[in-house]
């Protein structure tokens, strides 16, 4: 473990104060690992000469292979400075955007993060969503400006050019940081607008200025990067270099004569000094004068690399000899530049001492931990703090004290769950032996030793002794087995039957997680809170509230009890057994694999909420169906998709209805990693694997006003009308009423319920609210399911103004005359009444609104529709979860239910009250097989009213009748014919592709997107530099193996990242024909040519098994070749 001590990270794990939980964090390829290792190296534990080369916390072998690293991993590090000493908990995170859930779950569980910057390539995309995500967390942020030696060697910037370059960077990252903290504010202000609505203007200034003040006490300047401020270091990892202007402010101040503090205030900016006056004053760049941090630091810096890159050897030993430095003989015969720049400057400028003196100085212990930030981890949902019960309000005093006593509540937060291989962990490591085994150890293998000769020299004997000589042998021949006994009691390894079930399950799970309040005990028991765990449902179920003895509690859902079984120290590549952890630590828990499946929070007191879920910036979208290569294995397969879900924070698993097992992931290199696991590590069988399943959605749209030709439709000669139109009516089947507006009006097959349906396209910008608002929906629905089942529930104030203002948007969006009164009728959303369609209810007989709250405080009238009307939502339901195109969601579809004409219906319930025996069809045809006939079959004489009364009221309001099974059938097909009378299109899924490209390369990256129908969006040159950030759209469908692409035509100086972005229309329509002269003649009467739509649809229905509409061979001719002419 290097040369610091198990005993010594013990110790100081019990000083919170001088912990420091930090994660670093960066965009792919800017130099994260590198940093780690040079970090690493200051404790000894690699080689400093191997820093940057061995990348010691990438400890998979596709991350060393692909050189990116793709899980976060945590190493605890020893400082000193200044007489105290720090224990810094290091979280190495991946940069590419395929395992930014990796990056969730370690900033999570961190006080603060290195903000990881190339000095050459500025802030990217991925720099931007990690600042997001560490200022979404409530954590602060330093930055380190990485790869500065760039700037010199490739770019071969002056050291002027450098100076506003770095300016450049930092203003970049200083406007990012403006914008999430301006965001911040105007929420907060809106929020408390929203409280106190009648406060006068005057007051509300104040507010303003009262909220930007108390963000952080009244200072926000420690949310910007400046280097006067102390939380920015410019370094170059890979040659072990880095300062921040506090060590060149201590130096100079002793050289010039100046003050150290002025020196930290003028080091950085335009200033300049003055020598003969030894005054530092205001740069005037017309005098051409160089500002202070120029002059006095990269001056120097260029200047030894200068000298070392030109190999001149007397500037370099004065430079050595000046700066008080040894190298070694071997670094200074070196014949290659960058060691001898990496020995000089590591000594002289060392980049671990730059970087933990900045993390001490300017980052949080846990015992700073914000009140705005506990409250936040505690309002899981809609909650707010207030509305929280009081016992789990107190809780907040535990988190803010981080206390060890006794008496403190133990909180821990379980981020994620990783595999390690079971030989790894501390306890099935092997041990030293004691003398005493060792002596014994000896003595068994002489025994055997003897044995053998013995047997060699008389083998005769040994033939007929069949009763108990031979078994003595092991099966291969070799070993005895008459000292096993001993050995066993000796040997560190497990005994025969604990092999066996290694081999069954190599792999133990151990949960990455942070004490936030109390002491964690190995063997302590624990509550194990799910997410949709909720104290107030507990004090609820247990009369007798959080302080009921652990025995005596009832079954709580989604809360479990465990047990602490093993407590580790995170290492990097390596596990220490331990025996506590105090609070405020990173570490490791064992036993947890039954318990958590991707995260989850441990607490022992009931009285504890779980924390807010982790938020993901990347959508798994990459779907693959998976099959073992033999039919016998897919028991294995499927233990190792279990495991595989328990390991990746971000990957799903699922099991669709044609029986398929499908695995989604966040992106290609994300899906490549996930199947290497599954075949070496999880399931250890061949496993086939689909295409990728690409996901699309159905929608209609307006008719359009020109043809394929760009003619006004009406206007042309149409020559082929006939032809379109029995096509249409091909789709649409006898006994369904189409009008000409595309009303569809279809009967049930008793005949006694007529439906009238009509499509309607939604604007798009209600499609997004819709899909922005899906939390929304889905707590209005949970809310009308439980009034109808008769469960109290009740809606938190903050929800109760998020779903008035959905609503507000919904009208504001849906207006004309088209969508009159639109918003108070929508009945459901869908599919899975949460999705982006609606259904309206626009017939007069029932009315029936989703804003209204529970069905059941209807008219007697409505309440006899009630049943009847959920199996037309049903129908809804199961019309917008499958198109008519080929079998996908639906998006942005409004069915409006016109009619619902029931009167035949209730005519036949009338006969049935009138007659006496119900024998009529009608009461066959609607009654419940067990209503009313259970009483004559149990021979109860009763009045004939009371029996006709009860016998008329099932006809109507029995809704597991055959009726109510028609009713959703009729309203499915309803759906569909009034889908297919409109305009269909299919809606492809989006990627936001980023491109850094030279110049030189351009028109190579241009080429490919256009052959993968990607388009560009925007294309800007990053200043300084001769690259190209290019900003494409590319559909998921046509992604796969687009990055491999772009490298290969690009000599890989080009590589994208590919992040979830939207649902756009195809414009084509996949049952296009043409119709009229100009369509014939320019293309054809087959209209043969590609029809991106179509190509899709196809592919979809042949992947689903539905029909496909396509000729294989049209005209099959003999194939002529040219040597049979001659």
Request: hydrophobic share 35%; with cysteine; proline share 7%.
């Amino acid at each position: 473990m290097g040369p610091h001590s198990l005993e010594k990270m013990v110790q100081l794990q019990r000083n919170p104060a001088n912990v420091r939980n930090i994660c670093v964090l960066a965009h792919v390829d800017h130099g994260k690992t590198t940093l780690a290792d040079c970090l690493i190296s200051s404790n000894g534990i690699i080689s400093s000469r191997l820093a940057g080369k061995l990348r010691y916390m990438d400890s998979r072998e596709d991350e060393q292979i692909r050189g990116i690293t793709m899980k976060s991993s945590a190493i605890s590090l020893h400082y000193a400075q200044g007489g105290e000493e720090y224990l810094i908990n290091l979280i190495d995170s991946p940069g590419h955007v395929d395992f930014s859930s990796e990056v969730s779950t370690a900033v999570r569980i961190c006080d603060g993060c290195i903000i990881v910057v190339d000095a050459v390539e500025g802030v990217c995309p991925q720099t931007q969503a990690v600042l997001r995500q560490a200022w979404l967390e409530n954590i602060r942020p330093v930055l380190v400006i990485n790869k500065t030696d760039r700037l010199i060697v490739e770019l071969k910037l002056t050291p002027q050019e450098a100076y506003s370059h770095l300016k450049n960077i930092l203003e970049q990252i200083n406007a990012l940081t403006g914008t999430l903290f301006t965001s911040k504010v105007l929420e907060e202000r809106a929020e408390r607008e929203s409280e106190a609505p009648g406060a006068p203007g005057a007051d509300r200034a104040e507010q303003v200025y009262d909220w930007s003040a108390g963000l952080e006490d009244a200072d926000d300047s420690h949310l910007y990067f400046s280097p006067d401020q102390g939380n920015v270091v410019f370094a170059s990892a890979i040659d072990g270099w880095g300062f921040g202007i506090e060590h060149f402010a201590q130096i100079y101040s002793q050289k010039i004569g100046i003050k150290k503090e002025v020196l930290l205030k003028t080091l950085w900016g335009d200033y300049y000094i003055n020598m003969k006056a030894k005054k530092i004053m205001k740069v005037d760049q017309a005098k051409g004068k160089k500002p202070l941090f120029v002059q006095l630091i990269l001056e120097n810096i260029w200047s030894l690399y200068d000298a070392v890159l030109k190999k001149d050897k007397e500037k370099i030993d004065k430079i050595v000899t000046s700066l008080g430095l040894k190298i070694g003989a071997r670094e200074a015969r070196h014949s290659d530049p960058k060691v001898q720049v990496s020995a000089i400057c590591s000594q002289w400028l060392p980049i671990s001492q730059a970087v933990l003196a900045m993390v001490c100085q300017k980052l949080p212990s846990p015992l700073d931990i914000t009140p705005e930030r506990v409250e936040k981890l505690l309002c899981s949902g809609s909650q707010t703090f207030d509305s929280l019960p009081p016992e789990t309000q107190a809780l907040k005093a535990a988190f803010m004290k981080c206390g060890s006593d006794e008496t403190a509540p133990v909180i821990i937060f379980v981020s994620k769950m990783f595999a390690v291989d079971t030989k790894a962990l501390p306890q099935n490591r092997p041990r030293p032996l004691t003398q005493e085994e060792i002596v014994q150890r000896r003595e068994q293998a002489r025994q055997r030793h003897a044995e053998r000769l013995a047997a060699a020299q008389d083998p005769a004997p040994a033939g007929p002794t069949a009763d108990g000589s031979t078994p003595e042998t092991s099966p291969d021949g070799e070993e005895p087995k008459g000292g096993e006994p001993q050995v066993g009691s000796v040997t560190p390894m497990p005994a025969p039957r604990e092999e066996s079930s290694q081999e069954t399950n190599q792999e133990t799970f151990v949960a990455f997680a942070r004490v936030f309040s109390g002491v964690a005990r190995r063997g302590k028991k624990i509550f194990v809170l799910g997410p949709k765990y909720s104290p107030v449902e507990f004090l609820q179920r247990v009369p007798s509230g959080f302080s009921t003895p652990l025995d005596e509690l009832p079954a709580v859902p989604h809360m479990a009890c465990c047990t602490l079984e093993h407590l580790y120290l995170l290492m990097g590549r390596e596990l220490q057994d331990l025996e506590e952890v105090p609070p405020g630590n990173v570490l490791g828990i064992g036993g947890l694999q039954d318990f958590v499946l991707k995260s989850a929070t441990l607490c022992s007191v009931p009285s504890c909420p779980p924390f807010i879920p982790l938020g993901f910036e990347a959508t798994p979208i990459v779907r693959v169906a998976i099959e073992p290569k033999h039919p016998s294995e897919m028991p294995q397969l499927i233990r190792g998709m279990k495991l595989l879900n328990q390991a990746d924070p971000c990957v799903q698993i699922l099991i669709q209805e044609t029986g398929e097992h499908v695995l989604v992931t966040a992106g290609e290199i994300h899906l490549q990693r996930c199947l290497d696991d599954l075949r070496e590590r999880f399931a250890k069988v061949e496993i086939s694997v689909s295409e990728p399943i690409i996901p699309f959605r159905e929608t209609i749209t307006k008719r359009p006003r020109v043809d394929m030709v760009n003619e006004e439709i009406g206007r042309q000669q149409k020559v082929a009308v006939i032809h379109q139109a029995r096509d249409d009516h091909s789709r649409v089947p006898e006994g369904v009423q189409v009008d000409a507006d595309g009303l569809v009006t279809m009967t049930t097959p008793n005949k006694l319920a007529t439906l009238s349906v009509r499509a309607v396209p939604l604007p798009e910008e209600v499609t997004r609210l819709l899909e922005e608002n899906n939390d929304v929906i889905r707590s209005m629905e949970q809310l009308t399911s439980s009034l109808n089942e008769g469960r109290s529930a009740q809606l938190t104030q903050r929800t109760q103004e998020r779903i008035l203002g959905f609503k507000g948007k919904l009208e504001q969006h849906l207006t004309g005359r088209k969508w009159r009164d639109t918003v108070d009728q929508i009945w459901s959303f869908g599919p899975r009444k949460c999705g982006p369609n609606i259904l309206v209810n626009k017939s007069a007989d029932f009315r029936s609104s989703v804003w209204a709250g529970p069905a059941g405080t209807a008219t007697q009238e409505a309440s006899r529709y009630r049943d009847v009307g959920n199996s037309i939502v049903s129908g809804f339901q199961l019309a917008t979860l499958a198109g008519p195109m080929c079998e996908e969601p639906l998006m942005g579809v409004c069915f409006v239910l016109e009619r619902w004409d029931q009167s035949k219906f209730e005519e036949t319930g009338a006969s049935d009250s009138r007659d006496p025996g119900g024998e009529g069809p009608g009461g066959a045809a609607s009654c419940a097989p067990g209503d009313g006939g259970e009483g004559r079959r149990g021979g109860h004489p009763e009045p004939g009213e009371k029996r006709a009364a009860q016998k008329a009221e099932p006809a109507l309001a029995d809704c597991y009748g055959p009726l109510s099974g028609q009713m959703i059938a009729t309203m499915k097909e309803a759906c569909r014919y009034a889908l297919q009378v409109k305009p269909q299109r299919l809606m492809a899924a989006m990627y936001t592709c980023d491109i850094m490209a030279t110049s030189d390369v351009l028109g190579r990256v241009y080429a490919v997107l256009s052959k993968r129908e990607g388009r560009v969006l925007q294309e800007e040159m990053k200043e300084g530099t001769d690259m190209f950030i290019i900003k494409a759209a590319l559909p998921v469908a046509e992604s796969f193996g687009f990055a491999d692409e772009i490298r290969k035509r690009t000599s890989g100086l080009a590589s994208p990242q590919l992040i979830f972005s939207h649902w756009e229309v195809i414009p084509s329509d996949p049952f296009w024909v043409p119709t009229t002269e100009e369509e014939y003649l320019h293309f054809g009467e087959k209209a043969d040519s590609e029809n991106q739509a179509r190509k899709y649809m196809n592919a979809v229905r042949r992947r689903k098994g539905l029909p496909v509409e396509e000729k294989i061979v049209e005209h099959a001719e003999k194939q002529r070749t040219l040597s049979k002419n001659k």
